[in-house]
């Protein structure tokens, strides 16, 4: 989608310098919790936020067309849709688009629960939610998130622009669901939109908000999946990753949570070969 390592910085720093010091101000204006603004966890979620879509691109890029060609080719029809969706206006195009990946995105995120734990644990490892959290993410999770994106798409023919925007503007929204403010939708706009307090309980510590809201944007995907739970009136006690204290260097630094998954592999490792 993008060409060189200068057009992706591009659009990071058209979306996030744009919109992350708006959603900033609302939060320090009208905070749910009282979060300092700089702390450990902001260094180590803005490291994450420039690591991510600077330095991963190019890694991206080639596990993309590696997929193209070897893969799907073959074995798939290419762009099933492509001649009736670019009929339709763009407009069109975009909201569809949008819907598509956040279903998109409820699928992966369920897959990183059940499958890569140890690497999405990294997003989940914060003691308070505000809008930076968004940016924290495991580098290769990154890699498993765009190859669920680009698979799909790849089929489905969507036009490469309508695409653009439909992330554009999925991006923004997940940035505003994990800002630090007590704001939840009235009536029946709770079962049609996420909120920031319907993500919060995806990132409750507590048993109750264990594997629940997926869906970043549209919650009748969890619904569908039986996996929403929206309690009115309450809000989930803490945040965090069960069983991990946040002295853990899960916590600490961005070196310390890009390790953890590797560190609980090797320990699994030697825990096998010890016990055979």
Same mark, same amino acid.
């Given at each position: 989608?993008?060409?060189?390592?200068?057009?992706?910085?591009?659009?990071?720093?058209?979306?996030?310098?744009?919109?992350?010091?708006?959603?900033?101000?609302?939060?320090?204006?009208?905070?749910?919790?009282?979060?300092?603004?700089?702390?450990?966890?902001?260094?180590?979620?803005?490291?994450?936020?420039?690591?991510?879509?600077?330095?991963?691109?190019? #890694?991206?890029?080639?596990?993309?067309? /590696?997929?193209?060609?070897? +893969? =799907?080719?073959?074995?798939?029809? $290419?762009? @099933?849709? *492509?001649?009736?969706?670019?009929?339709?206006?763009?407009?069109?195009?975009?909201?569809?688009?949008?819907?598509?990946?956040?279903?998109?995105?409820?699928?992966?995120?369920?897959?990183?629960?059940?499958?890569?734990?140890?690497?999405?644990?990294?997003?989940?490892?914060?003691?308070?939610?505000?809008?930076?959290?968004?940016?924290?993410?495991?580098?290769?999770?990154?890699?498993?998130?765009?190859?669920?994106?680009? #698979?799909?798409?790849?089929?489905?023919? /969507?036009?490469?622009?309508? +695409? =653009?925007?439909?992330?554009?503007? $999925?991006? @923004?929204? *997940?940035?505003?669901?994990?800002?630090?403010?007590?704001?939840?939708?009235?009536?029946?706009?709770?079962?049609?939109?996420?909120?920031?307090?319907?993500?919060?309980?995806?990132?409750?510590?507590?048993?109750?908000?264990?594997?629940?809201?997926?869906?970043?944007?549209?919650?009748?995907?969890?619904?569908?999946?039986?996996?929403?739970?929206?309690?009115?009136?309450?809000?989930?006690?803490?945040?965090?990753?069960?069983?991990?204290?946040?002295?853990?260097?899960?916590?600490?630094?961005?070196?310390?949570?890009?390790?953890?998954? $590797?560190?609980?592999?090797?320990?699994?490792?030697?825990?096998?070969?010890?016990?055979?």
């Amino acid at each position: 989608m993008f060409e060189t390592l200068s057009e992706n910085l591009l659009f990071f720093v058209k979306t996030y310098i744009l919109f992350w010091p708006l959603f900033v101000l609302i939060e320090r204006a009208f905070p749910y919790k009282h979060v300092p603004f700089f702390s450990r966890d902001l260094r180590t979620e803005l490291i994450s936020g420039l690591f991510n879509p600077v330095f991963m691109a190019h #890694i991206n890029k080639l596990l993309y067309t /590696f997929c193209s060609i070897y +893969i =799907l080719t073959p074995y798939l029809p $290419f762009q @099933i849709f *492509n001649a009736t969706i670019e009929t339709w206006p763009f407009t069109l195009q975009v909201a569809l688009a949008i819907f598509l990946i956040d279903f998109i995105q409820y699928l992966r995120h369920r897959f990183a629960h059940r499958f890569i734990w140890n690497f999405h644990a990294m997003h989940h490892a914060v003691s308070d939610l505000r809008a930076s959290v968004h940016f924290k993410m495991h580098p290769i999770e990154t890699i498993v998130n765009n190859l669920f994106l680009i #698979i799909i798409l790849y089929v489905l023919g /969507f036009n490469a622009h309508a +695409i =653009l925007w439909g992330e554009y503007i $999925f991006i @923004i929204y *997940n940035l505003w669901n994990h800002i630090n403010i007590n704001l939840s939708y009235p009536s029946v706009f709770r079962y049609l939109f996420a909120s920031p307090n319907f993500h919060k309980w995806h990132h409750a510590k507590g048993i109750e908000g264990k594997d629940k809201n997926f869906c970043s944007i549209f919650p009748i995907f969890d619904i569908l999946g039986k996996t929403y739970y929206y309690p009115k009136g309450q809000l989930p006690e803490s945040y965090g990753v069960m069983k991990v204290d946040n002295t853990d260097p899960l916590y600490q630094s961005f070196s310390g949570a890009f390790m953890y998954p $590797f560190k609980k592999m090797y320990k699994q490792f030697k825990k096998e070969e010890t016990s055979s």
